[in-house]
């Protein structure tokens, strides 16, 4: 089966920093494109980055570029998005997604992350 | 970017009656790479159909995708309780990739 479990939400101030991670099992994790995609408040959904399967190819949401770095761990089967520079705006539960014949073939049940003071 | 409005913003139907769910894009998606998404409160979208027309393994065969270009649909031909949430599509064929605003499908 399956599965894609998030972590490392939760709240920091404005500019400040997190790692979301996503780890994975139930599938070769080294065989697929994963991707980031976060939903605002009572809002929709917002593609954010994907990274390929090796980690060599990366794309970002132009919303997010210079501040979030997406990478993985094929060894760890694990998923990453380095966030800095974190504004308001970026408050939202973050989901990792693996590909397959669509970007959002698997998802994991989101991590929140709340920018406030 | 691609940008995709769906319509209309809520539908309001129901049980045993047919949905048809809009998604228009600015301009040609490619290959009709075109994705449909069902959300339920506090749960991850869940993939629906991919492709504009296939459907993802384990969906019942009353929810259908067609369309091509820039105009796409998504059918449920006989709506059951648990059809009831939001429903989103999204291009994939195009960077960034992009998804609609959502439509809402309530019970009427």
């Known amino acids: 089966e399956v599965q894609l479990v998030e972590s490392g939400g939760g709240l920091v101030q404005p500019g400040g920093s997190l790692r979301l991670s996503c780890a994975a099992s139930?599938?070769?994790?080294?065989?697929?494109?994963m991707h980031w995609v976060r939903q605002g408040p009572g809002k929709g959904l917002v593609w954010v980055s994907r990274?390929?399967?090796?980690?060599?190819?990366?794309t970002y949401a132009d919303s997010v570029k210079g501040r979030f770095t997406i990478s993985r761990d094929n060894a760890r089967n694990t998923l990453y998005l380095q966030m800095n520079s974190l504004r308001a705006e970026d408050t939202a539960v973050y989901y990792c997604?693996?590909?397959?014949?669509?970007?959002?073939?698997?998802w994991g049940q989101g991590t929140l992350v709340t920018v406030s003071s | 970017e691609i940008v995709l409005t769906q319509s209309p913003g809520t539908l309001s139907l129901s049980p045993g009656e047919r949905a048809t769910l809009s998604c228009r894009a600015s301009?040609?998606?490619?290959?009709?790479?075109l994705a449909w998404y069902q959300q339920k409160p506090g749960q991850a979208p869940r993939l629906l159909i991919y492709?504009?027309?296939s459907r993802a393994t384990g969906i019942p065969d009353r929810f259908s995708g067609s369309g091509s270009g820039t105009d796409f649909t998504l059918t449920i031909s006989r709506l059951e309780p648990e059809d009831f949430a939001v429903y989103y599509c999204?291009?994939?064929?195009?960077?960034?990739?992009?998804f609609g605003q959502g439509t809402k499908l309530e019970i009427k």
């Open positions: 997604a693996r590909d397959g014949l669509a970007p959002g073939y698997y």
């Open positions: 139930g599938f070769t994790f080294s065989g697929y494109w």
């Open positions: 990274i390929n399967s090796d980690g060599s190819s990366t």
């Open positions: 301009q040609s998606v490619s290959s009709s790479y």
């Open positions: 492709g504009a027309s």
């Open positions: 999204q291009q994939y064929g195009s960077l960034p990739y992009t």
